[in-house]
């Protein structure tokens, strides 16, 4: 089974940056469904529903969340099994526990955005941005 672990949250200005680290474990590059699957970041602010962030598949195609274009960029490590989400220009809005997130295989019956696609979860890490 599929094991994320996300690092790398914390606490920042705004304008600042951070880079988030997601951590796969029973998640080889190849091979089916492995080959055929999404990972990605979702997060939460309070009282609030968990969105996609970014999103990359197995063929390095990603995709980003309009609120976060042009800031957010993600990444993926196959040799180190990591994705990463390297995070600029932060603002307050951006403040939410972040999760990784797989979608083994992504079967394409939600949006790729949509947190529904995903049945392996990450513990998630705090990103706090203060204006």
């Known amino acids: 089974q599929v094991q994320l672990v996300e690092s790398g949250g914390g606490s920042v200005q705004s304008g600042g940056s951070l880079r988030l680290s997601c951590a796969a474990s029973?998640?080889?590059?190849?091979?089916?469904?492995?080959?055929?699957?999404?990972m990605g970041w979702f997060r939460q602010a309070p009282g609030k529903e968990r969105e996609g962030v970014a999103v990359?598949?197995?063929?390095?195609?990603?995709t980003y969340a309009d609120s976060v274009k042009g800031r957010f960029t993600i990444s993926q490590d196959n040799a180190k099994n990591t994705m990463n989400l390297q995070m600029n220009s932060l603002k307050p809005e951006d403040t939410a526990i972040y999760y990784c997130?797989?979608?083994?295989?992504?079967?394409?019956?939600?949006?790729?955005?949509?947190?529904?696609?995903?049945?392996?979860w990450g513990q998630g890490t705090q990103v706090t941005v203060s204006s």
């Open positions: 997130a797989a979608a083994v295989p992504y079967r394409g019956y939600y949006r790729i955005l949509d947190k529904y696609e995903y049945n392996y």
């Open positions: 029973g998640y080889p590059h190849s091979g089916y469904p492995y080959n055929q699957s999404n």
């Open positions: 990359i598949g197995s063929d390095g195609s990603t």
